[in-house]
């Protein structure tokens, strides 16, 4: 059975920092992987996602995620965040069908 | 298009008591999610329809629990009856469903649940 593990519950950064935002998955097969952000108050809006093709994928909003089949990771980074970044970010994988298993969750605070 | 709507937005209710949860999917959407999201336990998939059947409702916590689809731009969450414990915030998801894994999933603004 798949898994996502996000290694960090909560991530503070000052803005204009670069961040990274870790997540692990667990699969014996071929795996679509998602990262949604989650404004307060808001539901899961889809940041970027990895179904194929070249393995760094990029956001409208600078965020980037390199898919990396070798350490079943799939990281999201930025260079340069904004005080509007701050929210939940979660990592989300799917192996084929309908189900979607999502980690727990990353809070990010970026701080003036 | 309006995105996926909900209603109500906040439910305050007593333990005991009945709480029925709504929600219009994205009209051509066919797969429909209901998501429960706490503190202590994350977002956990209650369950999910495809073309308005039921197809996996493995996540349902309990028989209190009741989710109905019955037609393509609507569905129900049904608690009955309720218990503090079920407080949460409760979302309705829905995809194309056409493809499947691939899908991006859209979420509604959720249904914040607090029994007393």
């Known amino acids: 059975a798949q898994s996502v593990t996000q290694l960090d519950s909560q991530v503070p950064v000052f803005e204009e920092a670069p961040v990274e935002l870790r997540c692990n998955y667990s699969s014996s097969v071929s795996v679509y992987l998602f990262w949604y952000v989650q404004y307060p108050n808001q539901g899961l809006q889809l940041l970027l996602k990895?179904?194929?093709?070249?393995?760094l994928v990029e956001s409208i909003n600078g965020f980037e995620a390199e898919f990396n089949k070798s350490q079943t990771s799939f990281h999201l980074r930025k260079p340069s965040v904004h005080i509007s970044d701050t929210a939940e970010y979660f990592c989300a994988v799917n192996t084929g069908g309908f189900k979607t298993i999502f980690g727990a969750g990353t809070r990010l605070f970026v701080k003036a | 298009d309006a995105g996926v709507i909900q209603s109500p937005r906040h439910e305050v209710t007593e333990m005991g008591q009945e709480v029925t949860l709504r929600c219009k999917p994205i009209?051509?959407?066919?797969?429909l999610f209901w998501y429960r999201q706490t503190m202590m336990r994350g977002l956990e998939l209650l369950i999910y329809?495809?073309?308005?059947?039921?197809?996996?409702d493995s996540g349902m916590p309990e028989d209190r629990f009741s989710a109905k689809m019955p037609n393509a731009s609507f569905s129900t969450l049904k608690i009955q009856p309720s218990e503090p414990r079920d407080s949460a915030v409760y979302f309705c998801?829905?995809?194309?469903?056409?493809?499947?894994?691939?899908?991006?999933?859209?979420f509604g603004p959720g249904t914040r649940l607090t029994v007393l």
């Open positions: 998801a829905s995809s194309l469903g056409t493809s499947g894994s691939m899908d991006e999933q859209f």
């Open positions: 329809f495809n073309n308005n059947v039921p197809i996996d």
């Open positions: 009209s051509g959407h066919n797969s």
């Open positions: 990895y179904l194929s093709g070249s393995t």
